[in-house]
């Protein structure tokens, strides 16, 4: 599908000042490069920020009612991610002193010229620019030990990928289904990534993990109010984290009704109100969920509202299972051995044909983790520039996914496993007498000529 072309995202400047000639004179010299909102007050200030996505607020210190450090100390308390540049008609020591205090970025006496504010507010758009850049690349650095379970050409991840890409300028909530390790953590990730949220947070968070009575304050509360269950050092309110950015919930069958209701309401009207606080805080995040479970499924247990299931099942990804897309296995395969020969230092080239071609026979019911669990082994161990079919282990060459159903049981199963036990025998007495043949068959107490025709069967006969 084709991308639409990137519409330019005008930073959203509120302007706060009792003056209204001076309001006006700032949203003129403004308004080409910046949304502008204006107010005539605090009280005004805070209900639009409640509302409203801004990213700089040009805020008068002296106003009647509500003066500018009473809602300087409000944004900083519920708008943690709004620069704030103070306004004064005098430029008075204690003022500057006390607003740098609450948080303001930059401090301005109403005598100024247009070209300072262009420039102040400019110098602060690239700031907020570059400390996005700065969390995304953190985020990215983190990310890059992570399983690469998305690599491939086939029809399946194909068709994964063209649904990607159609979200990209999407807010729907995603709910994205699969066995494990088959990769929907990255793929949760890489949607953020080529979304319009890609430089606020991705904030993952498993409920499994998490005790059920503490759910609610790690994802509503405050490092005031843990419960005892939880460590000090806890990430709380993990909703108001992901302001603007992604939230990404694996386990969502782990929520109470209650706690179900306030994620819904959460999403809908992109506010929370913190555990112990009565004031709502907006919060815009994109909401993300994955499950070992197909939507069905979880409506059969009856553990999810009706509601929060059509909420979060508003877009529906479901990843194959790498049995479906052996085609994709040589492309993993040499992919992870690049990166584990890198991380390892190992002087390796590639994965030999033969080797992928017998690793593109098996069923791999551990998905793309086994595969990449397998390569790394095989990097570690290998000798040789490359790796090759000899250095692959028994139980992935006796196995082949022929022999066997995707949800059956193998055909002539015993047969098998009692030659992948016996192979494994005589390859490990192989290398206990450095490859001699007679040494070999004297370990094992059979006659020579047997084993000749067992290393034959088994691919052993090494030159």
């Not at 690349?137 to 890409?165: A, C, H, Q, Y």
């Not at 996914?401 to 390859?427: C, Q, S, T, W």
């Amino acid at each position: 599908m084709k991308k639409k072309a990137d519409k330019k995202i005008k930073p959203t400047i509120l302007i706060v000042d009792d003056d209204e000639g001076m309001r006006d004179t700032l949203e003129s010299i403004l308004r080409d490069d910046y949304d502008v909102l204006k107010a005539g007050d605090g009280e005004e200030a805070l209900g639009i920020l409640e509302d409203k996505n801004v990213n700089i607020v040009f805020l008068d210190i002296i106003m009647p009612g509500m003066d500018g450090l009473t809602v300087l100390k409000n944004i900083g308390q519920y708008h943690k991610d709004v620069d704030v540049i103070m306004g004064s008609v005098v430029k008075k020591a204690e003022h500057i002193v006390n607003a740098m205090k609450l948080g303001a970025y930059d401090y301005l006496t109403k005598g100024f010229d247009y070209d300072e504010v262009r420039f102040k507010i400019n110098r602060l758009v690239e700031h907020q620019k570059r400390e996005r850049e700065i969390v995304s690349l953190k985020e990215r650095l983190k990310d890059r030990m992570e399983n690469e379970f998305i690599v491939g050409n086939s029809p399946l991840i194909r068709k994964v990928w063209e649904t990607v890409e159609a979200l990209s300028e999407s807010d729907l909530s995603i709910f994205i289904s699969g066995e494990p390790s088959t990769g929907k953590r990255l793929l949760a990730r890489k949607l953020h990534e080529r979304s319009d949220r890609k430089y606020y947070p991705f904030v993952p968070v498993n409920l499994h993990l998490i005790p059920k009575d503490s759910i609610d304050y790690v994802l509503f509360g405050s490092k005031d109010n843990l419960p005892l269950s939880l460590p000090k050092d806890s990430p709380a309110n993990k909703i108001e984290l992901s302001h603007r950015g992604t939230l990404f919930l694996s386990g969502i069958e782990c929520l109470s009704e209650r706690t179900q209701l306030r994620l819904l309401t959460a999403v809908e009207r992109k506010n929370i109100e913190r555990i112990g606080c009565d004031k709502p805080i907006r919060v815009d995040f994109r909401l993300i969920t994955k499950s070992d479970k197909t939507i069905d499924d979880l409506q059969k247990e009856g553990k999810l509202g009706k509601e929060l299931l059509a909420e979060i099942s508003a877009v529906k990804i479901e990843l194959p299972p790498l049995r479906e897309r052996l085609e994709d296995v040589p492309e993993l395969a040499r992919y992870f051995v690049k990166r584990y020969s890198s991380n390892l230092n190992k002087d390796f080239t590639d994965i030999t044909p033969q080797a992928l071609s017998l690793l593109s026979n098996y069923h791999w019911p551990g998905n793309v983790g086994e595969l990449e669990n397998l390569v790394q082994k095989l990097v570690i161990s290998a000798t040789g520039p490359s790796i090759e079919i000899d250095d692959i282990p028994w139980e992935y060459r006796l196995f082949d996914r022929k022999a066997l159903r995707p949800y059956g049981k193998a055909k002539g199963f015993l047969h098998i496993a009692r030659d992948a036990v016996e192979r494994d025998l005589i390859y490990k007495a192989l290398q206990r007498n450095n490859w001699s043949r007679r040494k070999t068959a004297e370990d094992l107490e059979i006659p020579y000529d047997t084993l000749k025709t067992k290393l034959r069967k088994f691919k052993l006969l090494k030159s």
